[in-house]
């Protein structure tokens, strides 16, 4: 072979390896397929979280920091980037953007966010979204409602699959569950940023007041009486789905107008709470587009 025939083939694995590289880099931004682990000096096992204020969060990762640039009732106070996550962001030159933008090393960001962070460079200071209220989903026909599910990552998990499928709200109880975060925005892949993510007091009164707005609410529980599919009424449903460890509360299972089960063939009953939700959001979904085409046949045929 000769010597251009091999710098010709080197060029052409080079460009099928960057083209490789990019394609892989924007799945792992989508939250597709997970990061690959980061070494981590030494000298991180002390690092201690800095106080934040009730007012402040630390959003982090590439895909999560663009869903909050874009979504307009985020309040912005600061973008810490690296110069290669600036561009991959693509964003636009840093002095015409409407927040003050601070080039930093990789290490700056750990020292905020800490050891595990996969932060890909950029970090975005922000205020909290906005509180949303229980009335303002009267015409959300699918919700998501979460009691005391402590763990962002399966929080973050479930609010992804509930705006997959077109889900108004994720409805969780103030206590015993994961505030706004980094942690909780970085599982979610942009999710927070799509869908109302409303805390309330008590749960009770709160799945009282979501059968006042027409909504059946279903809570899930691996001994059910019936199917889940079986217990699909009218065209408004809420989805109720408890802990990892306990499921839910007495209290909810009484308030809830009925309790059902994922019908599971194989010899393992239940499912981590986010897959729970996943399934159970797409039976759902079904239903309710089965309900919307059955109903656009009557008008027509009337």
Same mark, same amino acid.
């Given at each position: *072979?000769?010597?251009?025939?091999?710098?010709?083939?080197?060029?052409?694995?080079?460009?099928?390896?960057?083209?490789?590289?990019?394609?892989r880099d924007a799945k792992r931004d989508r939250g597709e397929i997970p990061m690959p682990p980061q070494r981590r000096q030494k000298s991180n096992?002390?690092?201690?979280?800095?106080?934040?204020?009730? #007012?402040?969060v630390f959003l982090y990762g590439l895909h999560t920091v663009r869903a909050a640039l874009d979504n307009p009732e985020r309040e912005l106070i600061?973008?810490?980037?690296?110069?290669?996550?600036?561009?991959?962001?693509?964003?636009?030159?840093?002095?015409? @953007?409407?927040?003050?933008?601070?080039?930093?090393?990789?290490?700056? %960001? #750990?020292?905020?966010?800490?050891?595990?962070?996969?932060?890909?460079?950029?970090?975005?200071?922000?205020?909290?979204?906005?509180?949303?209220?229980?009335?303002?989903?009267?015409?959300?026909?699918?919700?998501?409602?979460?009691?005391?599910?402590?763990?962002?990552?399966?929080?973050?998990?479930? *609010?992804? !699959?509930?705006?997959?499928?077109?889900?108004?709200?994720?409805?969780?109880?103030?206590?015993?569950?994961?505030?706004?975060?980094?942690?909780?925005?970085? !599982?979610?892949?942009?999710?927070?940023?799509? %869908?109302?993510?409303?805390?309330?007091?008590?749960?009770?009164?709160?799945?009282?007041?979501?059968?006042?707005?027409?909504?059946?609410?279903?809570?899930?529980?691996?001994?059910?009486?019936?199917?889940?599919?079986?217990?699909?009424?009218?065209?408004?449903?809420?989805?109720?789905?408890? !802990?990892?460890?306990?499921?839910?509360?007495?209290?909810?299972?009484?308030?809830?107008?009925?309790?059902?089960?994922? #019908? *599971?063939?194989?010899?393992?009953?239940? @499912?981590?709470?986010?897959?729970?939700?996943?399934?159970?959001?797409?039976?759902?979904?079904?239903? @309710?587009?089965?309900?919307?085409?059955?109903?656009?046949?009557?008008?027509?045929?009337?």
């Amino acid at each position: *072979m000769s010597k251009d025939s091999k710098q010709d083939k080197s060029g052409r694995d080079s460009h099928y390896a960057t083209l490789r590289r990019a394609v892989r880099d924007a799945k792992r931004d989508r939250g597709e397929i997970p990061m690959p682990p980061q070494r981590r000096q030494k000298s991180n096992k002390d690092w201690k979280p800095p106080q934040l204020q009730p #007012d402040q969060v630390f959003l982090y990762g590439l895909h999560t920091v663009r869903a909050a640039l874009d979504n307009p009732e985020r309040e912005l106070i600061k973008l810490s980037v690296t110069q290669n996550a600036f561009a991959r962001l693509d964003i636009g030159e840093a002095p015409a @953007l409407p927040f003050p933008v601070e080039f930093v090393s990789p290490q700056d %960001i #750990d020292g905020v966010l800490g050891p595990e962070a996969i932060h890909q460079g950029v970090m975005l200071e922000t205020r909290p979204l906005p509180l949303r209220r229980l009335e303002a989903l009267k015409d959300s026909p699918l919700l998501l409602v979460l009691d005391q599910v402590t763990d962002p990552h399966n929080v973050g998990a479930i *609010m992804r !699959s509930a705006v997959a499928f077109g889900a108004g709200a994720v409805i969780t109880t103030q206590r015993h569950s994961p505030t706004e975060s980094g942690v909780l925005a970085k !599982s979610a892949s942009g999710a927070l940023e799509l %869908i109302p993510y409303i805390q309330v007091t008590n749960l009770a009164d709160a799945i009282g007041a979501l059968h006042q707005l027409g909504f059946r609410t279903i809570g899930l529980d691996s001994e059910g009486p019936a199917p889940l599919e079986d217990t699909f009424v009218g065209d408004r449903i809420a989805l109720v789905l408890g !802990s990892e460890g306990k499921g839910l509360r007495q209290k909810t299972r009484e308030t809830v107008s009925a309790l059902a089960r994922l #019908d *599971m063939p194989g010899a393992i009953k239940s @499912l981590n709470v986010s897959n729970a939700a996943a399934i159970a959001l797409y039976a759902t979904r079904q239903h @309710l587009v089965r309900l919307s085409v059955n109903g656009s046949n009557a008008s027509r045929a009337s």
